[in-house]
């Protein structure tokens, strides 16, 4: 009963692919704005069109390539590389010394 109980409540917890891709536009658009980038500089930057960026922080949609260019724009790309790797470890010490 308790695995029951454990998978449902990780199944309510988890987030929709909208409320992700929200907090992804708001990621970019927050480190944009620490930039000091409006969306047409971020356009020109990336080669991605005004309205694709506007697009983008308003109703969450993009497509993939006009996102890494985004990313690339802003200096994220290394983010995006990393975003599915973990570190192993091999020893407690390790985990430790980070």
Wanted: charged letters at 30%.
């Amino acid at each position: 009963m308790v695995n029951i109980l454990s998978m449902s409540n990780q199944f309510l917890n988890q987030k929709t692919p909208n409320e992700i891709a929200k907090s992804l536009a708001d990621k970019i658009k927050e480190h944009r704005k620490k930039l000091k980038f409006s969306q047409e500089v971020l356009a020109q930057k990336s080669g991605v069109s005004l309205g694709s960026i506007k697009r983008f922080e308003t109703k969450y949609e993009i497509s993939l390539q006009s996102f890494i260019k985004i990313a690339i724009a802003l200096d994220l790309d290394n983010d995006l590389e990393n975003l599915f790797t973990q570190k192993t470890y091999t020893s407690i010490d390790e985990i430790i010394k980070g």
